[in-house]
């Protein structure tokens, strides 16, 4: 019974987030959500109380998967910065992938200033870029022109954004793999100490499944 309803809840909320991808929060309704799912709107009500929550579970659902990404780097012994460069990778491959990472986004933009407030992707990656940041200092493996972290972790964070953007434009860049390596390529020229540039892949790491989006 409790992995049925375990798989009943989770296919709310991929339904969820595909019709919050496809029609916006506030055009996404909950009968279109329960038809999405296959299920009826009792057995949507049953896990999630309103639109809120199901938006909630979606950015939650969208948060792990990006620890899910951490974790695999940290269990790895990948370094803060290679791991700041997969993370990267991992955001333009699911972007225009995963309806999950989508809604989670649109989500995030869509309801900023919801009270009570929304889970925040962006403030989720942002923080665990400082984190990571905060890891490469520690470790020797910042620039010394890096002199305050927060230039950094606005630098890699609206680095996001724009790689956001253009992974999900109606026509995305084919070459966006090519265009995260030659970006990387300028950003450890500021970010890394001089001759360290060379030390880091500056390539997707698709050999895992947590770094492809694989939920």
């Known amino acids: 019974m409790q992995a049925r309803s375990e798989w ?17 929060y506030a055009g996404a ?12 709107k009792g057995a949507l009500y049953f896990h999630f109380a309103s639109k809120d929550g199901l938006a909630d579970a979606v950015q939650e659902e969208c948060r792990r998967m990006l620890r899910a990404v951490l974790q695999e780097c940290a269990d790895s012994g990948i370094p803060p910065v290679q791991t700041l460069i997969d993370m990267t990778y991992w955001l333009a491959g699911v972007a225009n992938t995963d309806p999950v990472v989508r809604a989670g986004v649109r989500i995030t933009t869509e309801c900023a200033g919801r009270q009570p407030p929304a889970i925040d992707f962006h403030q989720e990656w942002s923080a665990e870029v400082r984190r990571l940041i905060g890891q490469a200092r520690e470790a020797g493996d910042l620039s010394p022109r890096v002199r305050d972290a927060a230039g950094a972790v606005a630098l890699l964070s609206a680095t996001m954004c724009g790689l956001w953007t253009l992974a999900t434009t109606p026509a995305p860049d084919a070459g966006l793999g090519r265009s995260v390596a030659e970006l990387w390529d300028l950003l450890l020229t500021v970010l890394v100490p001089p001759g360290k540039a060379g030390l880091y892949h500056l390539r997707a790491p698709g050999a895992s499944g947590a770094l492809t989006g694989a939920a």
């Open 8 to 24: 009943t809840r989770r296919r709310l909320i991929r339904a969820g987030a595909d019709m919050f991808n496809r029609y916006g």
């Open 29 to 40: 309704t909950l009968g279109q959500i329960a038809a999405a799912a296959g299920l009826t």
